[in-house]
């Protein structure tokens, strides 16, 4: 007797997460920067016309903007990420299928987990406003997770050794990008498709910053699966990407 497919299933998993690399296919001028599309596509009137596209145009604009497509994800890797227990596999494939907003906000995350020891300095309202915008509505509880998270690296003593900035010195484009450096640092970015889909989001001229060339790996070499720990609790709403288990109806 065949099993019944349910969404705990590794084939499930793999299904849902072509669906959601898809919905990010399709709503590439929404989330990318545009730095990275030519000028004629800024047009607001061409731009709406090409949101309501069919999908044989959003292909081609996949194409013409040079983003790999849902073709190049591996989807055998993918089911046997899905079906392993490997977590920190499961939930590095899980950022990758995440709505691209999302995955920025993750990024600002990294970088503030890197800053942990700096966002507990900081308590004039103006300045906490701003961290609650980067981190959205998850602010509240992930500032205390900051806050509680042992083992900070020293700003001021990275500061003087190699010149890295104050977190005030940084746009939210600048604290985005730290944030992909880190990741790629620590093999969250080991898909080459979805970094190519999430770097398009940011700034296209920018390179890794001169202080983080230089930092030692060692230095919060556990920030990102911090990061990624935190997946399940931050989005619910796709838990199953994370190996959680899924109650099915009777």
């Not at 969404?7 to 898809?22: F, G, I, K, T, Y």
């Not at 602010?139 to 977190?167: E, F, H, K, N, Y």
Request: charged share 25%; proline share 6%.
């Amino acid at each position: 007797m065949q099993a019944e497919m349910t969404m705990q299933s590794p084939a499930a998993r793999v299904a849902a997460w072509l669906e959601q690399l898809d919905g990010n296919r399709r709503a590439c001028l929404d989330w990318m920067h545009p730095s990275w599309l030519p000028a004629w596509l800024l047009d607001g009137t061409v731009g709406e016309s090409l949101r309501d596209a069919d999908d044989a145009c959003a292909n081609a604009l996949v194409q013409l903007l040079e983003l790999p497509s849902v073709d190049a994800f591996d989807t055998y890797a993918t089911w046997q990420t899905c079906a392993s227990r490997d977590a920190w596999a499961r939930n590095v494939l899980a950022f990758a299928t995440l709505p691209i907003d999302w995955q920025r906000r993750l990024l600002r995350l990294r970088a503030l987990v890197f800053r942990r020891g700096e966002v507990r300095r900081i308590v004039d309202l103006m300045r906490r406003s701003r961290l609650a915008a980067l981190l959205g509505e998850q602010a509240t509880p992930l500032l205390r997770w900051l806050a509680q998270l042992p083992g900070a690296p020293d700003v001021a003593t990275l500061s003087r050794a190699i010149g890295m900035p104050g977190l005030d010195a940084l746009d939210d484009d600048a604290l985005e990008w730290e944030g992909f450096c880190l990741l790629e640092r620590d093999g969250v970015l080991a898909n080459d498709a979805a970094a190519q889909w999430l770097r398009r989001a940011l700034p296209r001229e920018l390179d890794v910053p001169i202080w983080l060339a230089r930092c030692e790996r060692a230095v919060d070499a556990d920030g990102s699966a911090h990061v990624l720990s935190r997946l399940p609790e931050l989005f619910p709403e796709p838990a199953w990407s994370f190996g959680c288990d899924i109650p099915t109806s009777n």
